[in-house]
């Protein structure tokens, strides 16, 4: 089963003078995923490393990414994805900040100190099942638009654009499992 975040979270460790920051958050773009490591970096611009893995669902699939920021190859942004990939972590991101202690880690070391924080913060995160959404444009009459608000609602999705002129246009995102039988009860 495939599973989201519950909410932002975060971890902080230290280990062996080189302190390593955790920072997990739900992303659906690359773009968010981009802005989400601007703003670890600028929490943060005097660290020296920025490893950092994602998994987004996209209609072509899911695209999962890591950077190791410079440490030894699949020391650092490979183990966080591993964790991503083993759990089934679906339209996530950690990223995991290093300040440098001047003592060098080894290999091992790396894969356990970054490995480790992303998943405390993972875990400090929570999870729910993942379910996938899907935009629709839907036309409606003016008197079905209270209906369909509270729907929507139901079903936990969302309005992302409205247009009122002879009949209430919409573009909403809800669950895809639903979207069929939405479009059924309230397209005009």
């Given at each position: ?51 950092y ?61 970054y ?39 139901k ?23 639903s ?10």
């Open positions: 089963m495939m599973i989201t975040l519950k909410q932002q979270a975060s971890a902080d460790q230290t280990i062996q003078k080189s302190r390593f920051i955790a920072q997990a958050t739900t992303c659906e773009t690359e773009r968010e995923v981009a802005l989400f490591l601007r703003k670890m970096i600028s929490q943060h611009p005097t660290a020296h490393h920025l490893a893995a994602y998994r987004i669902k996209t209609s072509e699939g899911v695209i999962p990414r890591f950077s190791d920021a410079g440490e030894p190859s699949g020391t650092a942004g490979k183990p966080i994805l591993q964790i991503l990939d083993g759990q089934q972590y679906i339209n996530v991101c950690v990223g995991v900040i290093r300040y440098y202690g001047g003592i060098n880690l080894g290999t091992g070391g790396l894969v356990k100190a490995g480790g924080t992303a998943k405390m913060a993972l875990e400090q995160a929570g999870n729910i099942p993942f379910i996938e959404m899907q935009e629709i444009k839907i036309t409606t009459s003016y008197k079905r638009v209270d209906e369909l608000t509270r729907e929507l609602a079903l936990k999705g969302a309005v992302l654009n409205k247009v009122f002129d002879d009949a209430a246009h919409f573009v909403v995102k809800l669950p895809a499992q979207a069929q039988q939405f479009i059924q009860r309230f397209q005009t």
